[in-house]
Antibody, heavy 120, light 108 residues
Framework: EVQLVESGGGLVQPGRSLRLSCAAS????????MHWVRQAPGKGLEWVSG????????GYADSVKGRFTISRDNAKNSLYLQMNSLRAEDTALYYC?????????????WGQGTLVTVSS | EIVLTQSPGTLSLSPGERATLSCRAS???????LAWYQQKPGQAPRLLIY???SRATGIPDRFSGSGSGTDFTLTISRLEPEDFAVYYC?????????FGQGTKLEIK
């Protein structure tokens, strides 16, 4: 059974940093691209960042470019999102999502999310 | 950057009726790399349709997708009580992997 478990969320002050993690199991992690998608309270889905199976292709939404860094450790079956210079508008539930393929396909499994709240 | 616009914002229908949801792209979506997701309150999204018209594993055949280029449609042939949710389209042919703003399907 595919499982994606996010962690690392919490309350953080504007301008500070936070690192999210996603632990994957139930599939061959290094065969698939992975993504972070966020959802602000009561709002729609916003794609944040994605990384190919070998980290050779990486993309970011304009809203986080230069502040967030996605990475993965295939030996640990883990995905990460380093978030720096956090703003109030980064407050959201952050989902980890697995692609159907290696890079360039839809998201077939999602975690339950970890909540990030940016507030003083 | 491709922008996806979904319509209507809210759709009020009764169980047993047919639902038609629209997703329009600001430019052509390459190779019909268009997906539809369903999200219920308190849950993560679930993949319904990919490649504009292919059903994901385990999705009932009352869900169907169609379209190409810039205009795409999700159709639910006969609404079941569990189908009332928010639906999002997403293009995954280019970066950023934009989502539409969502259509809320509510019980009339």
């Amino acid at each position: 059974e595919v499982q994606l478990v996010e962690s690392g969320g919490g309350l953080v002050q504007p301008g500070r940093s936070l690192r999210l993690s996603c632990a994957a199991s139930g599939f061959t992690f290094d065969d698939y691209a992975m993504h972070w998608v966020r959802q602000a309270p009561g709002k729609g889905l916003e794609w944040v960042s994605g990384i190919s199976w070998n980290s050779g292709s990486i993309g970011y939404a304009d809203s986080v470019k230069g502040r967030f860094t996605i990475s993965r450790d295939n030996a640990k079956n883990s995905l990460y999102l380093q978030m720096n210079s956090l703003r109030a508008e980064d407050t959201a539930l952050y989902y980890c999502a697995k692609e159907l393929g290696s890079y360039g396909s839809p998201f077939d499994y999602w975690g339950q999310g970890t909540l990030v709240t940016v507030s003083s | 950057e491709i922008v996806l616009t979904q319509s209507p914002g809210t759709l009020s229908l009764s169980p047993g009726e047919r639902a038609t949801l629209s997703c329009r792209a600001s430019q052509s979506v390459s190779s019909s790399y268009l997906a539809w997701y369903q999200q219920k309150p308190g849950q993560a999204p679930r993949l319904l349709i990919y490649g504009a018209s292919s059903r994901a594993t385990g999705i009932p055949d009352r869900f169907s997708g169609s379209g190409s280029g810039t205009d795409f449609t999700l159709t639910i042939s006969r609404l079941e009580p569990e189908d009332f949710a928010v639906y999002y389209c997403q293009q995954y042919g280019s970066s950023p992997r934009a989502f539409g703003q969502g259509t809320k399907l509510e019980i009339k």
